[in-house]
């Protein structure tokens, strides 16, 4: 069974530091999708950053990087120079191959401190 | 690029009248759409996969007659929620793809409150 584990349900940084968020996955297929969106406190899903299984490098976008560990099945989102407005829920998700549907993690709420 | 729009964003209903959510694509044409519910402080839960001109797919649990998709066109899919109930009061949230396999776009979601 295809499965997403987030297990940090909360986290607190302090502003203009680097944040990680953790994400584990639990697949057997051999190529999948792996995803992060943030949820601020107006509801909508901010898609950040998209990592290929196959993809060599870690994906970066901006001040989002992931550190993919295909070994270890762990897709770990770091957000370098914490903003304010960084502050909202985090979700990892997986689409494996084949199928059409996101599997999501329980989410990780990031509150960035002044 | 890849916007989805969703409309309302808010609505307040007595128990038993039907709601009616859209979903957009703004600037893409979205082969299938997706509909979630996600209650407070909980993970997005997929209700159902609907497709430009075809049925919906509806996962298991979700009532086919109570939440009634329709995906008209490859920029619109619909939601109506049927005699809502007061435990239908939720967050709705839709996204849109344009191709499978790829990332999906979210609107930014109706909150419902039947009364």
């Known amino acids: 069974a295809q499965k997403i584990t987030q297990t940090q349900p909360g986290m607190f940084v302090q502003e203009k530091e680097a944040v990680t968020l953790d994400c584990t996955y639990d697949t057997s297929d051999p190529s999948y999708g792996l995803f992060w969106y943030k949820q601020p406190s107006s509801g909508e899903m901010i898609f950040l950053i998209y990592q290929g299984s196959y993809d060599q490098q870690n994906a970066t976008e901006g001040r989002y990087s992931l550190n993919f560990q295909k070994a270890r099945k762990s897709a770990n989102l770091v957000i370098s120079a914490s903003q304010l407005g960084d502050s909202a829920m985090y979700f990892c998700a997986i689409l494996p191959s084949g199928t059409y549907k996101y599997i999501f993690g329980t989410g990780t709420r990031l509150k960035v401190l002044a | 690029g890849a916007v989805v729009s969703q409309h309302p964003s808010w609505v307040i209903c007595k128990s038993g009248t039907s709601v009616k959510i859209e979903c957009r694509s703004l600037d893409f044409q979205a082969t299938t759409m997706f509909w979630y519910r996600q209650f407070p402080k909980q993970s997005l839960m997929l209700m159902a996969t609907?497709?430009?001109?075809?049925?919906?797919?509806?996962e298991q649990g979700v009532e086919k007659d109570k939440f009634l998709i329709n995906h008209a066109s490859l920029t619109l899919s619909t939601l109506t929620v049927t005699s809502a109930h007061p435990e239908d009061s939720s967050f709705y949230i839709c996204?849109?793809?344009?191709?499978?396999?790829?990332?999906?776009?979210f609107g930014p979601g109706t909150r419902l409150l039947v009364l």
């Open positions: 609907s497709n430009e001109g075809s049925k919906a797919t509806y």
């Open positions: 996204s849109a793809q344009a191709d499978l396999q790829e990332t999906q776009y």
